[in-house]
């Protein structure tokens, strides 16, 4: 079940769901547009493995408040972190007299899609909190400029029904981007 963006305002006092929107998002649609914060380009190697994993070494290219803009050229990959903070609580919040746990889901702008480039974005589990990062390619034949702080992404808000295990314990709680090379125990 989506949760209407105004009830996550209602509610943002009590359980702060997100912070750091724009003054434009505060009145909002179904969901909250997310702005870009940062933006790294990685390098190094990177593995995956049943209980290891080890992350691509980061070199921050753009910062919100420091840097206008960023050219993205064709076939080229980043990640980028958003300006907005997520906290979805590991235990189920109250809504409209019932108790649900909140997940929260990213969906790319149609604007990125038509100059070339795809947002790759992740659901975001009951009890992460942080940043919100996001993969960019560049899928285009032309240069893509994007300015610092422009949307990029919808969030969503979705109850979940029935039980959840775990909440997230991950290692990216609050935001982390990358192990920047380290070799770790996934969690």
Known sequence: MIIAASKILELNEKYNFISGISEREKNPGVGFDVRVGEIFKISGEAFLGVE??????????????????????????????????????????????????????????????????????????????????????????????????????????KAVLGDTIRGYSGRYNGGRVSSNGVVEKQV
């Open 52 to 157: 290891d994993r080890q992350t691509p070494k980061l070199e921050k290219v753009a910062e919100f408040g420091k840097d206008k803009f960023f050219i993205l050229k064709p076939g080229e990959f980043v990640l980028v972190r958003t300006v907005e903070v997520v906290n979805l609580p590991k235990e189920r919040v109250e809504i409209n007299g019932k108790k649900y746990f909140i997940m929260q889901d990213t969906y790319p702008r149609s604007s990125l899609q038509r100059c070339g480039v795809f947002l790759k974005t992740t659901l975001t589990d009951p009890g992460y909190h942080g940043k919100l990062t996001f993969a960019m390619k560049n899928e285009g034949n032309i240069n893509f400029k994007i300015e610092l702080g422009a949307r990029i992404a919808a969030v969503v808000f």
